[in-house]
């Protein structure tokens, strides 16, 4: 199966060079001379709130803001024109996927997607990830440029899986909330041999591409177009749910209905393990990244931060409770905390709690 990065032409490949260049630039040079400008600057920021006000009047936040909000509009227009361009090889591959026996996609025509899923470009991607079958291919361009290269050979998911998830029976269930096109999804079956891994997703496009790239790789993966608010999977039958960069998709009652059809799914002893992102405790930094909402269009990224979790999964009995500082580029769980970095990049964190015995 072709990878949609091998039909790239040379300049299609220096464009997106430059788009990579210029998140780096961006998060490595123009944030940090944000932060000594601010520094600088006399102005007291006591909470993110504020420093959502505030900031905006120092010069460097705008192009701060503008750099990411451009250099995303760029990625999607490359990465859209790149897909099209090549749309019959691609819904080929799609259309008629390798059968290696081990995996299954399971796809639901009459589901409904939520208004709050539809009602935004989220990433301002266009048309989402739902809209037409090439969808998949454009948002896992997107993806790998966003990362920064980093997840590279599902490098972070693995990393995720490897650090922050616990030991299971080897006849496990696994469910993986969101999978997208698979990229925190198949380092469960690294992680899990022998386990039942279970991906389930709202967008068919995305679905249809982790499958067929399973499929081509002989990974036993089970795909499901499913809400993951409502899983088709019987009570107390779980042994661990993972999401990855969901929940802040989500406005807060659909956050709080995840956890709750989480917490339903497990085994007794079983755990949820959810990789988010949490407020750091600094000010203009928090600002900053509460702010990624309008940058990025994510409108529900501060349902997140407002949503007492620790507190919902102690009331459905889910013990434990804790959120876990995550590094990206290293460590990955670190209970320590964060590391000290002056880049910009997202504050990491795992939610993880197991469901009382």
Known sequence: MRDIEEMLTLDERSGADFILSLRKQWAATVYPAFINEHQSSGVQVKTP???EVKLKKLSLYSWFSHLERIGQKMMWRLGSDVVFKNSDELLTQLGSPKNSGKGSLTLDPN?????WYTDTDIHMQPGSFYSNDLSGYVYQFGARIVMLRDNDGYKFHKLFATTALPDLPKDA???DIACGFGKSTRPLVGRYPGAEVIGVDLAAPGLKLAHAEAEADGVPIHFRQEDGRHVGLPDSSVDLVTGTM??????????????EEAARLLKPGGHIRFLEFQPTGDPVRDATVYEHAERNNEPYFRDLFATDLIALCERLGLKDAKWVAFDERADGLRPQG????????FPWCVLQATKAA
């Not at 969901?246 to 956890?259: F, K, R, S, V």
């Not at 964060?338 to 990049?345: A, G, I, L, V």
């Open 173 to 175: 269930r696994v469910v």
């Open 111 to 115: 589901l409904q997607l939520p208004k």
């Open 246 to 259: 969901i929940l802040h998709e989500m406005p807060q009652p659909a956050i709080i209905e995840t956890i």
């Open 49 to 51: 709130q504020e420093g």
């Open 338 to 345: 964060w590391p000290e970095r002056t880049d910009w990049h």
